[in-house]
């Protein structure tokens, strides 16, 4: 009997354990976004300003069409960086800088973090975040998970590197086989309001094969209907999301 009823009780304390792994993952849902986790969610206070993000890269094959079509609209932007893509190509790491943008960080892998492995979640994003910093020259600020799943273990690292989470409030389901310009328009158009933080990907490494190219198809007609409804795109950086940067504590 006492063998059965300290099993329930490991039973029991895992579950527990995982359902505070996961509950930072509510942020998600819509109503939990627009309410309670505004900040988390990239809702900004600037006015007229929506953010524009990309993740997953950078790619040698992609990255540069998207940097020289930002450079054409004159837009800068925020780049959530893959640790294992930037290790490939760390020139534009600094090229990202050099043209202006923000550089973020989204990882080391590109991976779900689904169960609680906190010693394994701050080694991998502190080595993220070093890499950035190093290889790009620029203190990054923010982080993004991959998938947008935020659960605690990366959550607590991020805080503990110094490093603000943040999701998005709108998308281009830029990352499908089927995407075009027409459909990465027409499903961000209407979250291209004011305080809004746009996701796209510069990189296919996760997505459909050359989806980028519809994400670089889509992005003067992105810019243009920011423009004509009188509203700026631009980093994160500029959004002017709540509560800032945290303190960066010493991570062992």
Known sequence: MDRARTARRAVLAAAGAELLHLAPAAVRLPPVRRTLARR????????????????????????????????????????????TMLERAPELGRELVARGHEVAVHGWYHRPQWYPAPARDLRELRRATEAVTELCAARPLWYRPPYGVLTAGPALAARRLGLR??????????????ATAAS?????????????????????????????????AALPLLAAHCRDHGLTLGPLRDHGVPGGAVERQPAR
């Open 40 to 83: 988390t969610a990239g809702y900004g206070a600037t006015p007229r300003h929506v953010a524009l993000t990309f993740d997953d890269g950078p790619d040698r094959r992609s990255t540069p069409y998207v940097l020289d079509a930002l450079d054409g609209l004159g837009v800068r932007a925020t780049f959530f960086l893959l640790g």
């Open 165 to 178: 989470s943040v999701l998005w409030t709108a998308w281009g389901r830029d990352w499908t086989e089927h």
């Open 184 to 216: 990465v328009h027409a499903t961000a158009r209407p979250g291209l309001v004011a305080g809004a933080t746009l996701l796209l990907h510069d990189s296919d490494c996760t997505s459909a094969p050359d989806s980028w190219r519809a994400t670089l």
